[in-house]
């Protein structure tokens, strides 16, 4: 069954066109990852698609009666509007239904709940209420009542991408689902996608996700599109044979032209009296022979500082906030080449170690040595601000008007900018005009301008394209400095690290030796290793006693344990927010001793909450 039919489709970008006559079509049940370029119109197509841009040329028509959810990068929500409405933004008389529930629970007005409960149950939609349930506990969402406007960009994400997967839309359009996800997030999505039977087209980075979810791969480039059948993997080796081909063709063309150029040289004065099919043949002979594939890339063979043999040595180094700890005892000399993968959950310290060892933070006690002959290139999640008036050019040259690489040679900002795939014509751009791809590309210069031989890089892959991506990949790999990674995509983290520190909490910090992908299967056969030896050694089996009536949770232990649920979820959110302000590192020493204070207030009331809740699902299970 067809869901979208897309004809002639045509748009520009001032005088660029990003996209040229595109027609393609997307069925029930196909699930297509949309690659290209940054710069090439990925994000401008999305938003075609949706109709949240008007089509400049050509037709987008939908199979009447589908329901469509876009996820942009930028979601559109109204910051008036709590976090309860956003998400709950439905015409689902379920949702609806499950909504009013959810707002009486909070309430705690019984007399609504016991109305609630029966209408739930008249409209089948407690199965529903599961999976929504389960949908916000997956995506960290509590702060019902918490105004939209309140919200970090990264909260807003998740709050769009809750709305879109509750209300189950039978087409998904995705740009960039995983930006702001944490690994375990990032994984739940990835199974929740791979095992709905919804009709997908989102755009991603991260090529494990893309591999896993997607079953076909369009590419936008040339200003056309180019289909794939299967997943990445697949991807990959028939884009080079269609490069290949292509340009095996141009090559063919090319020695053919020198033939006919031949003939359009001799007896120019009777030009007029050749064969007008020839004349015309030949003219389509030089476009094809000019049309061969040059692929354009970042020129990243930059040369790092050199770097002596002491570089960052840690000694007994201890950081905590109040009662938190972030570093305890911790000691490490770090190497000449090695590479740090850093995982972690939110609020284990993973930030404040960065500001630690880079010297923005100071220990509590311990301390740090580093070298002399270190140059630290540190790139941050949250970007450089810069301007959004100024030029391209002018970024690059107020940093610096000559550019010298580790080799010696030196460049001027315009030839630098040509070195990282900025061509002449983009040199006078505002940066306000610039994709967020292009922005990142831009600011990675900015870094890797002051040729450094330690970098720290935190979620450099948000935004870019996975060609970019690859080049960075290829970069690091031949990097002979240090580098410390701090990155939700797995594909990145596997091809760059050689070992992790798993951050655990409470200062423990584990060394693991491998990247991510071992680590995960470590931990997955550890899990089966500890089921397997819980059931050997449970007790020997007593004679079953005669079967009695289940016992079943009473109306008010039912809402007893609604509540706790919501308690929980409050708690852990009001956990998560403490631990956030103490990594900060930027609190004055009062607020610092409430927030400590408060804390463990915090945790002595999850864990008394808990207990009640497992007592409860007992009786239930």
Same mark, same amino acid.
């Given at each position: 069954?067809?869901?979208?039919?897309v004809?002639?489709?045509?748009?520009?970008?001032?005088?660029?066109?990003?996209?040229?006559?595109?027609?393609?079509?997307?069925?029930?049940?196909?699930k297509?990852?949309?690659?290209?370029?940054?710069?090439? #119109?990925?994000t401008?197509?999305?938003?075609?698609l949706?109709?949240?841009?008007?089509?400049?040329?050509?037709?987008?028509?939908y199979?009447?009666g589908?329901?469509i959810?876009?996820?942009?990068?930028?979601?559109?929500?109204?910051?008036?509007?709590?976090?309860?409405?956003?998400?709950?933004?439905?015409?689902?008389?379920?949702?609806?239904?499950?909504?009013a529930?959810?707002?009486?629970?909070?309430?705690?007005?019984?007399?609504?709940?016991?109305?609630?409960?029966?209408?739930?149950?008249?409209?089948?939609?407690?199965?529903?209420?599961?999976?929504?349930?389960?949908?916000?506990?997956?995506?960290?969402?509590?702060h019902?009542d918490?105004?939209?406007?309140?919200?970090?960009?990264?909260?807003?994400?998740?709050?769009?991408?809750?709305?879109i997967?509750?209300?189950?839309?039978?087409?998904?359009?995705?740009?960039?689902?995983?930006?702001?996800?944490?690994?375990?997030?990032?994984?739940?999505?990835?199974?929740?996608l791979e095992?709905?039977?919804?009709?997908?087209m989102?755009?991603?980075?991260?090529?494990?996700?893309l591999?896993?979810?997607?079953?076909?791969i369009?590419?936008?480039?040339?200003?056309?599109?180019?289909?794939?059948?299967?997943?990445?993997?697949?991807?990959?080796e028939?884009?080079?044979?269609r490069?290949?081909?292509?340009?095996a063709?141009?090559?063919k063309?090319?020695?053919?032209?020198?033939?006919?150029?031949?003939?359009?040289?001799r007896?120019?004065?009777?030009?007029?009296?050749?064969a007008?099919?020839?004349?015309?043949?030949?003219?389509?002979?030089?476009?094809?022979a000019?049309? #061969?594939?040059?692929?354009?890339?970042?020129n990243l063979?930059?040369?790092s500082?050199?770097?002596?043999?002491?570089?960052?040595?840690?000694?007994?180094?201890?950081?905590s906030?109040?009662?938190?700890?972030?570093l305890?005892d911790?000691?490490?000399?770090?190497?000449?080449?090695?590479?740090v993968?850093?995982?972690?959950?939110?609020?284990?310290?993973?930030?404040?170690?960065?500001?630690?060892?880079?010297g923005?933070?100071?220990?509590?006690?311990?301390?740090?040595e580093?070298?002399?002959?270190?140059?630290?290139?540190?790139?941050?999640?949250?970007?450089?601000?810069?301007?959004?008036?100024?030029?391209?050019?002018?970024?690059?040259?107020?940093?610096?008007?000559?550019?010298?690489?580790?080799?010696?040679?030196?460049?001027?900002?315009?030839?630098?900018?040509?070195?990282?795939?900025?061509?002449?014509?983009?040199?006078?751009v505002l940066?306000?005009?610039?994709?967020g791809g292009?922005?990142?590309?831009?600011?990675?210069?900015?870094?890797?301008?002051?040729?450094p031989?330690?970098?720290i890089?935190?979620?450099?892959?948000?935004?870019l394209?996975?060609?970019?991506?690859?080049?960075?990949?290829?970069?690091?790999?031949?990097?002979?400095g240090?580098?410390?990674?701090?990155?939700?995509?797995?594909?990145?983290?596997?091809?760059?690290?050689?070992?992790?520190?798993?951050?655990e909490?409470? #200062?423990?910090i584990k060394?693991?030796?491998?990247?991510?992908?071992?680590?995960?299967?470590?931990?997955?056969?550890?899990?089966?290793?500890?089921?397997?030896?819980?059931?050997?050694?449970k007790?020997?089996?007593?004679?079953?006693?005669?079967?009695?009536?289940?016992?079943?949770?009473s109306?008010?232990?039912?809402?007893e344990?609604?509540?706790?649920?919501?308690?929980?979820?409050?708690?852990?959110?009001?956990?998560?927010?403490?631990?956030?302000?103490?990594?900060?590192?930027?609190?004055?020493?009062?607020l610092l001793?409430?927030?400590?204070?408060?804390?463990?207030?915090?945790?002595?009331?999850?864990d008394?909450?808990?207990?009640?809740?497992?007592?409860?699902?007992?009786?239930?299970?």
């Open positions: 069954m067809n869901y979208l039919s004809e002639n489709l045509t748009h520009h970008w001032g005088d660029i066109q990003l996209f040229d006559d595109l027609t393609f079509g997307v069925s029930e049940g196909q297509i990852g949309l690659i290209a370029r940054n710069g090439s #119109g990925k401008t197509l999305l938003n075609i949706a109709q949240v841009l008007p089509n400049e040329s050509g037709q987008v028509i199979r009447k589908i329901s959810g876009y996820l942009p990068q930028i979601p559109l929500l109204n910051d008036n509007h709590t976090v309860i409405e956003e998400i709950f933004a439905s015409d689902n008389p379920q949702v609806l239904a499950i909504k529930y959810e707002r009486a629970l909070a309430e705690e007005n019984h007399e609504e709940l016991g109305k609630l409960i029966e209408e739930l149950d008249k409209l089948g939609a407690w199965d529903v209420e599961s999976r929504i349930k389960q949908i916000l506990s997956q995506l960290k969402i509590t019902f918490q105004q939209i406007g309140q919200l970090s960009g990264g909260q807003k994400k998740r709050v769009a991408l809750a709305h997967l509750i209300n189950e839309p039978e087409f998904l359009i995705l740009d960039e689902p995983t930006n702001h996800l944490d690994l375990e997030m990032i994984e739940w999505l990835e199974s929740y095992r709905s039977r919804c009709t997908l989102m755009v991603t980075h991260d090529r494990y996700f591999d896993r979810v997607c079953n076909e369009m590419e936008l480039a040339d200003q056309t599109l180019y289909h794939y059948k299967g997943n990445y993997e697949l991807f990959l028939k884009r080079e044979e490069i290949q081909t292509h340009n063709q141009v090559e063309a090319k020695n053919l032209l020198k033939t006919e150029q031949d003939w359009m040289n007896m120019p004065q009777a030009r007029a009296t050749k007008k099919y020839r004349i015309d043949a030949f003219h389509d002979l030089k476009k094809r000019n049309s #061969g594939i040059q692929e354009q890339s970042m063979d930059i040369q500082a050199r770097l002596g043999k002491k570089i960052i040595e840690c000694h007994h180094v201890c950081k906030f109040g009662d938190l700890k972030i305890d911790f000691n490490y000399k770090f190497a000449q080449g090695e590479k993968g850093i995982i972690g959950k939110n609020g284990t310290g993973k930030t404040t170690f960065l500001n630690t060892i880079t923005a933070l100071e220990p509590d006690s311990g301390y740090l580093t070298g002399e002959t270190v140059v630290l290139g540190y790139y941050r999640q949250a970007g450089m601000n810069i301007d959004p008036n100024k030029r391209v050019l002018d970024v690059i040259a107020d940093i610096s008007e000559n550019i010298t690489l580790g080799s010696g040679n030196s460049m001027s900002p315009a030839q630098f900018l040509r070195h990282f795939m900025f061509n002449n014509e983009m040199h006078h940066v306000d005009k610039l994709s292009e922005k990142k590309r831009l600011y990675l210069m900015t870094v890797l301008m002051k040729n031989n330690f970098l890089l935190d979620e450099p892959t948000n935004d394209d996975i060609f970019t991506l690859n080049l960075l990949e290829e970069y690091l790999q031949g990097f002979k240090c580098v410390v990674i701090v990155s939700h995509d797995r594909y990145f983290m596997d091809k760059i690290v050689d070992h992790l520190f798993i951050f909490g409470q #200062g423990h060394d693991f030796p491998g990247n991510y992908s071992i680590f995960h299967e470590h931990e997955l056969a550890q899990e089966k290793e500890s089921k397997r030896a819980g059931k050997n050694t007790e020997p089996s007593k004679p079953t006693p005669p079967k009695e009536k289940p016992k079943k949770l109306f008010k232990e039912k809402m344990m609604k509540q706790l649920e919501q308690d929980m979820e409050a708690l852990n959110a009001e956990k998560e927010s403490i631990e956030a302000i103490l990594n900060s590192g930027s609190i004055d020493a009062d001793t409430e927030k400590a204070k408060r804390i463990s207030e915090v945790i002595n009331l999850l008394e909450k808990e207990m009640r809740w497992l007592e409860l699902s007992e009786i239930e299970g």
